[in-house]
C-alpha cells in the first residue's frame, strides 16, 4: 500500500515535472511549469520555482500555451478523431460529428463536450472528412535536430528556418506512406524555394536528391515533379502537377502551402493557401524515403523562410474534404464530393440508415433528395437574419483543430468549464486544450 | 571582520545619482528574473536568503508576495541608480581568478592603504574594502574613472550600418548573430591601456572585421580606425590614424582555426607611442606592433562586420582596463633571471616612470615610498599601477557565490548571505563579509559554478 502510495505520488511529480505549460503577458513575463487552474482572474501554476504554485494575474495575458505531455491521459496524437467540422457564425469551429438534424437544430457530438444543440441560424457550416490526422511533426522550434551541408546557410529565429543563400536543410522526419505536408513559406523579395521530400537522406546525396518528390515554389508559380532514381532511364523529371497561381500577392509575401501524398494510390494533391491546385499521379513506383529536405535557392540578398511546418498522416477520409464555396446565402447548400451541389433546404438526417444519408429539397426536383453521408463534402445553412456575431473574453484553441470562443472560464485538474456566447455553458476535457489566448 | 557602509568621507565630491532629472528614476522600472527553463518574472526584489535559497519577490504578475526558489535562478536584473564618484583618483583592484574559471573581478574604489598583507579601498558602494594583497592580481590607478563594457546584453547602444538593427542582427542569450552583412557598432570609451576581447561563433568558416578607435559607427567603412580581419585561415590587422600613413600592421595564417567553428579574440591595445599591442587568439598571440601613437584617435566606435552572409555569433565582448603587460610567452618565462631583479615592488608613474620600492604609507592622497635612492612621496593620482606578488593564488569557489555586475562594468565575486531591497550581504575570501549598496549593481548572476546550467545561461553553439 505504502510502495503504490509513493509510486503514485513519484508519478504524479513526474507527470508535473514533465508538463511544460507556457503563459506569456504582455510585459513580458513567461512562466513555464504546469497550470493547476484558472479562475477568478488567476492562473495557478505549478512550477519548480516555488512551492506553492505561482498566482499569475491574468489580465495581463498574451496565451497560455498547454503541454503536450500530459501523461494522465492519451498523447494527442492518440486523441480521438473527427472528421467533420462545424463552423459557427462567429467564426469558432468545432470538430465532431453530425448526430441529427431538425427544423431548428442541429445535433453536433463533440468527445470533448459532449452533445452540442446547436440552432441553424448560429452555423455557418459543415465540413466533412475534415480528420485531423495523426501528427508527425511539428515545427520548427530550433535548429537542433536539423542537418546541413558544410555552408550552414539556414538558421533559426522567431519559428522559422531562415536562409538567404543556397542551399540545403533536411531532417528525417519518418515520412509515413500517406501524409500530409503543410508549411508557410514566406519570402523578402520573391519566392525561390525547392521542397525535397520522401528522400532516402537528411542531405543531398552525391547525386542530389534523386528517387524523390520535389515541390517548387517561385514566383513563375508551383510545381510538383517526381525525381527519378539514378540509373533510371528516361528524364530524370516527371511533372506531376504545375499550377501558374504565384505564392503570395502584392500585399502579402507569405504563402500556406500542402501537399498530400497517398504513396500507396501514387496520388498527389496540392494546395496553396487552401485552394486545390491539381492532383497528380505518379506513374513510377513511389519514392520511398522518410526525410524531406529545404532548399533555398536565393541568390544571397534576400530570405526565405519555412514555419509552422506540419505533417500528419493522411488517411483517405480526409481526401473527401472539399473547399466548395457556399452558392447561396438565403438557402441551404450541401456539395458532394464529385463537385455537385444541392441548393435548396437540408431537411433532416438519418444516422441510423443504412447509407446515413441527408436529405435535401430542392429547387429542382419535387422530391427531397437523399444524399449518403460518405459523399457529403460541405454543408451550408441558410444565412438568416444578422444575428450579431458574439465574442468571448479567451479563446481557446483546440489540439484536434477548431477554436471557441469563451468567457468565464474557470480550468480544474481535468475539465475546463466555461461559457459559450451562444453555446451556453461548457465542460470541455482539458487534454483537448492547446492553448488560450485572450480576445482583442 | 565585517564592514559597515560608510559614509564616502575622502571622496573629493559627494556622489550624485546618475539617471536625469527628466529620466524616469531607474528605481521604477521592475528587476527581472531569469530561470534556467526561460521562465523570466518582473518585479521588485524584497529579500533574498541564500541559505535557504529563497526569493520573496513582489511582481505585478503575481498575487501577492511571492516566495521562489533560487536553485534555477540565473540572474536578477537590478535597476538603482549608482553614484557618480569625482576623486583624486581610481584604483582598480583585479582579483585573481577561481580555479580554472576565466572570470577576473574587479574592484574600484579611493586608495587608501598598501601593506605588505593588504591594499585598502575607500568604495562608496561597500565603505573601506581591506583586500588580502595575495589574491589581488593587481592594482591600477587611473585619474579618470574608468571604463568598462561587458555585452551584449541586448540592442540597445548598439546602431547598425544598415540602419535596421533587427533586420540585420539577433539578440539573445547575452549574444548577438548577424543575419546578413551589414555591421553593428557601439561607442566604448577606450581607456590608454585596453583589452578588447570576445568569442567569435561560426558555421562555415570565418569572414569578418573587427574595427576599433573608428570614428563612426554608422559606417563599415569609416574614416579612421583600426580594422582586424579575419578571412579563413587568414587574419591582417589594418591602421588606418588621422594625419599618418595607413599601415598593414599584421599579415598572419591562422590555419589552425580551419577546423574550428569558435575562437577567442584578445586585443591588447597600449595607446602610447611606445606601448605595445597585440592580437591574441585562443590564447595564442598572432602579432604584435609597437611604435604608432594612437592617443591621435578620437573615435571611440567598435564595430563587428561580416563579410558574409552566412551568420556569424559574437558573444562574451570585454572592453576593459589592460596593466600592459602582456601574458607571458613559456619562452619568456624560461628566460626571466630572478638575481636581476630589485628588491620591492614596481610602481608605475603616470609620467612612464618606474620606481622599484616599498609603500610605507599613504596619507591624504600621497604616497611614501621607501626606495634604495631613500623615501620618496608621489601623489598617488600620478601613479598608474603597483605590480603585485607573483605568488600563485587563486580564490576559492563557494556554494553559494553569486556574481555582481557593476552598473560601471566589471563584477566581483560573492558569496551571498542575504540580499534586501537595499543591501546585498555576503563574503569573500579577497576582503571578507561586507556589506554592499545594492545600487551599484546592474546583475547578480546565480548559480555561476553549476555548469549544467550554462546552456541556458550563455546559450549553445548550436543555439543560432
Known amino acids: 500500500m505504502r510502495t503504490s502510495l509513493i509510486a503514485g505520488l513519484t508519478m504524479a511529480f513526474l507527470s508535473i515535472s514533465q508538463a511544460n505549460d507556457q503563459i506569456s503577458l504582455k510585459n513580458g513575463d513567461l512562466f513555464f511549469g504546469k497550470v493547476i487552474a484558472l479562475k477568478g482572474g488567476l492562473i495557478e501554476l505549478q512550477t519548480p520555482h516555488s512551492e506553492a504554485p505561482l498566482k499569475i494575474l491574468n489580465k495581463d495575458l498574451i496565451k497560455l500555451n498547454f503541454s503536450a505531455d500530459y501523461s494522465e491521459k492519451e498523447t494527442p496524437d492518440e486523441l480521438p478523431k473527427n472528421s467533420q467540422e462545424l463552423y459557427l457564425r462567429n467564426g469558432d469551429s468545432i470538430p465532431g460529428e453530425v448526430v441529427g438534424l431538425t427544423p431548428t437544430h442541429l445535433s453536433f457530438q463533440t468527445w470533448f463536450a459532449g452533445l452540442l444543440e446547436i440552432p441553424r441560424e448560429q452555423i455557418d457550416s459543415v465540413f466533412f472528412g475534415v480528420t485531423p490526422q495523426r501528427n508527425i511533426f511539428r515545427g520548427p522550434i530550433g535548429i537542433e535536430g536539423w542537418s546541413q551541408e558544410n555552408n550552414g546557410r539556414w538558421r533559426y529565429e522567431d519559428g522559422a528556418l531562415t536562409s538567404r543563400d543556397k542551399g540545403f536543410i533536411g531532417r528525417d522526419l519518418k515520412l509515413p506512406e500517406n501524409f500530409i505536408f503543410g508549411a508557410e513559406i514566406s519570402w523578402e523579395s520573391s519566392p525561390n524555394i525547392r521542397i525535397h521530400l520522401c528522400t532516402d537522406g537528411e542531405k543531398p546525396q552525391s547525386d542530389g536528391t534523386s528517387n524523390s518528390y520535389l515541390l517548387n515554389l517561385n514566383s513563375g508559380g508551383v510545381q510538383v515533379r517526381r525525381v527519378m532514381p539514378t540509373g533510371s532511364s528516361g528524364p530524370k523529371f516527371k511533372t506531376l502537377i504545375t499550377s501558374t497561381q504565384a505564392p503570395g500577392n502584392k500585399n502579402s509575401n507569405t504563402c500556406q502551402l500542402e501537399l498530400r501524398v497517398d504513396r500507396v494510390s501514387k496520388i498527389l494533391q496540392l494546395y496553396l493557401d487552401g485552394e486545390k491546385l491539381g492532383q497528380g499521379i505518379d506513374p513510377t513506383d513511389s519514392p520511398k524515403g522518410s526525410a524531406i529536405l529545404f532548399e533555398s535557392m536565393s541568390s544571397g540578398s534576400s530570405d526565405n523562410s519555412i514555419r509552422n511546418i506540419i505533417v500528419n498522416e493522411w488517411d483517405t477520409t480526409t481526401q473527401l474534404l472539399r473547399r466548395e464555396p457556399r452558392a447561396e446565402d438565403d438557402l441551404d447548400t450541401l456539395s458532394v464530393d464529385d463537385g455537385d451541389r444541392f441548393s435548396g433546404k437540408i431537411l433532416s438526417y438519418s444516422p441510423a440508415g443504412p447509407t446515413k444519408p441527408f436529405t435535401v429539397q430542392t429547387l429542382l426536383s419535387p422530391n427531397p433528395i437523399s444524399i449518403p453521408l460518405e459523399n457529403c463534402a460541405v454543408m451550408y445553412f441558410t444565412k438568416g437574419a444578422d444575428i450579431p456575431k458574439s465574442k468571448g473574453q479567451y479563446h481557446l484553441a483546440l489540439r484536434t483543430g477548431g477554436k471557441l470562443s469563451l468567457s468565464g472560464i474557470q480550468l480544474g485538474p481535468n475539465k475546463l468549464k466555461a461559457k459559450h456566447p451562444w453555446l451556453g455553458e461548457l465542460e470541455i476535457d482539458r487534454v483537448v486544450m492547446l492553448s488560450i489566448s485572450k480576445s482583442e | ?464
Open chain 2, 1 to 464: 571582520m565585517k564592514k559597515l557602509l560608510l559614509t564616502p568621507t575622502l571622496f573629493l565630491v559627494s556622489a550624485i545619482p546618475s539617471f536625469g532629472e527628466n529620466e524616469k528614476a531607474p528605481k521604477e522600472r521592475p528587476s527581472v528574473l531569469t530561470f534556467s527553463d526561460k521562465s523570466r518574472i518582473s518585479g521588485i526584489p524584497k529579500s533574498v536568503e541564500a541559505e535557504k535559497k529563497q526569493l520573496v519577490f513582489d511582481s505585478s504578475s503575481l498575487e501577492g508576495l511571492s516566495v521562489l526558489n533560487t536553485k534555477r535562478l540565473l540572474e536578477m536584473t537590478l535597476n538603482g541608480a549608482p553614484k557618480k564618484i569625482e576623486a583624486d583618483h581610481y584604483a582598480l583592484a583585479t582579483i585573481k581568478g577561481h580555479f580554472r574559471d576565466s572570470h577576473r573581478d574587479t574592484i574600484r574604489g579611493r586608495l587608501t592603504n598598501l601593506d605588505d598583507k593588504t591594499i585598502t579601498l575607500e568604495t562608496w558602494y561597500a565603505g573601506n574594502l581591506t583586500l588580502r594583497r595575495s589574491l589581488v592580481h593587481s592594482l591600477d590607478i587611473f585619474n579618470q574613472s574608468p571604463s568598462f563594457y561587458n555585452g551584449p546584453d541586448g540592442p540597445e547602444g548598439w546602431i547598425s550600418a544598415g540602419g535596421n538593427i533587427e533586420k540585420y542582427w539577433t539578440f539573445k542569450n547575452r549574444t548577438m548573430i548577424s543575419k546578413a552583412r551589414s555591421g553593428i557598432a557601439r561607442e566604448v570609451t577606450i581607456p590608454d591601456k585596453a583589452k578588447i576581447s570576445f568569442t567569435a561563433n561560426w558555421k562555415s568558416s570565418p569572414y569578418f572585421r573587427i574595427l576599433f578607435f573608428s570614428d563612426d559607427g554608422s559606417d563599415d567603412y569609416p574614416g579612421t580606425g583600426y580594422s582586424l580581419n579575419v578571412q579563413r585561415t587568414y587574419m591582417s590587422v589594418y591602421r588606418n590614424a588621422p594625419n599618418d600613413r595607413n599601415n598593414d600592421i599584421i599579415s598572419e595564417s591562422i590555419r589552425n582555426m580551419l577546423e574550428a567553428e569558435t575562437a577567442e579574440f584578445t586585443i591588447y591595445l597600449d595607446r602610447s607611442k611606445d606601448g605595445t599591442n597585440a592580437v591574441h587568439i585562443d590564447g595564442k598571440e598572432i602579432g604584435t606592433w609597437t611604435g604608432v601613437d594612437d592617443t591621435k584617435f578620437k573615435g571611440n566606435w567598435i564595430h563587428f562586420v561580416p563579410q558574409n552572409t552566412s551568420p556569424i555569433k559574437f558573444s562574451n565582448i570585454s572592453v576593459s582596463q589592460w596593466d600592459g603587460i602582456l601574458p607571458a610567452k613559456p619562452e619568456d618565462e624560461e628566460k626571466e633571471d630572478p638575481e636581476e631583479k630589485l628588491e620591492g615592488q614596481e610602481i608605475r608613474l603616470a609620467n612612464g616612470d618606474v620606481i622599484i620600492g616599498s609603500v610605507k604609507s599613504i596619507d591624504e592622497g600621497q604616497v611614501s615610498l621607501s626606495t634604495s635612492f631613500g623615501d620618496v612621496g608621489v601623489p598617488i593620482k600620478l601613479m598608474r599601477s603597483v605590480a603585485l606578488s607573483e605568488e600563485i593564488d587563486e580564490v576559492r569557489m563557494e556554494k553559494n557565490d553569486v556574481r555582481c555586475w557593476f552598473h560601471e562594468g566589471g563584477y566581483i565575486t560573492v558569496k551571498l548571505k542575504s540580499l534586501d531591497e537595499k543591501t546585498l550581504r555576503g563574503y569573500s575570501q579577497v576582503w571578507g563579509d561586507a556589506e554592499f549598496d545594492i545600487n551599484a549593481f546592474s546583475r547578480i548572476e546565480f548559480n555561476i559554478w553549476r555548469p549544467e546550467l550554462d546552456t541556458a545561461r550563455y546559450g549553445s553553439s548550436t543555439d543560432w
